[in-house]
């Protein structure tokens, strides 16, 4: 986008995030996980963890279809307080080269399954898709000028919030490499704890600083996680209001 200063009007006409926390809309997020993760990457996802996560979609408004997801695991004490990715990497995170003493961690999580449609993450260049991303522009952005790099980072202050709501410090994510390239253009404040490893593609260990991204934020971008942060807690509201009315 070449004017990050209307990343935040763009996102509220174009996009909408929910917290995907009735059954109805986390069969649409599992859908959206089947189709990027088992079709496009070829394997199943589901986890014993889905039960305890908190789920976040993310819709395109014209369409109304959602187009990205991600979810934050908190640590389970029917599940051994062990989060995925100490039971897939295998081995000791090191946590020298970390900003903080995670010796004295209290309440850690995980960020996983970040998920965005293809239509909605390939540019015009990209000729696997060029005709289905062209359709996305038109629909979403009648002058051709759609700008989608910030997205993920829509999908980013979703899960920040999450992590506050719960007093979750820090969060570790098995990361691609490219993904973290981008997010950290992005502002995304996170550190490599650990060597690459194959896990249906390569993949980096991280830890991830919610608290430390937010204060590193450039204005237009904290504007932004502002706006997601309010619309999930006003669905929050709403719902508290609906369970008191059915009473």
């Known amino acids: 986008m070449k004017n990050k200063e209307d990343i935040g009007s763009h996102y509220s006409k174009y996009f909408q995030i929910v917290n995907a926390n009735t059954e109805e809309l986390k069969k649409i997020a599992y859908k959206l996980r089947h189709e990027v ?7 199943h996802e589901f986890d014993e963890y889905d039960e305890y996560s908190l789920h976040c979609l993310l819709f395109h408004k014209p369409s109304n279809q959602a187009i990205g997801y991600i979810r934050l695991i908190p640590q389970i004490e029917k599940l051994n307080n062990q989060l995925p990715i100490e039971k897939f990497y295998g081995k000791p995170f090191d946590f020298n080269t970390a900003r903080v003493n995670m010796a ?12 965005i449609m293809p239509s909605f993450r390939r540019r015009l260049s990209d000729n696997n898709d060029r005709e289905s991303f062209k ?5 979403a952005h009648p002058d051709n000028r759609y700008p989608i790099n910030y997205l993920p980072m829509c999908l ?8 506050f709501a719960r007093n979750i410090e820090y969060c570790l994510a098995m990361v691609e490499p490219k993904l973290a390239i981008l997010l950290r253009r992005l502002g995304v404040q ?6 690459p490893f194959e896990f249906f593609g390569t993949r980096v260990p991280h830890v991830f ?33 609906a369970y008191i009315n059915a009473r």
């Open 37 to 43: 993760y088992i079709e496009e990457f070829g394997y």
């Open 104 to 115: 004295e961690k209290t309440n850690i999580g995980e960020v996983s399954r970040m998920a």
């Open 135 to 139: 359709q996305s522009e038109k629909i």
């Open 156 to 163: 980013v202050s979703a899960a920040m919030h999450f992590a």
């Open 190 to 195: 996170f550190d490599q704890i650990g060597q």
């Open 209 to 241: 600083y919610p608290e430390i991204t937010y204060k590193n934020l450039t204005p237009e971008f904290r504007s932004l996680s502002d706006k997601i942060s309010s619309e999930l807690s006003e669905q929050n509201v709403i719902k508290n209001i």
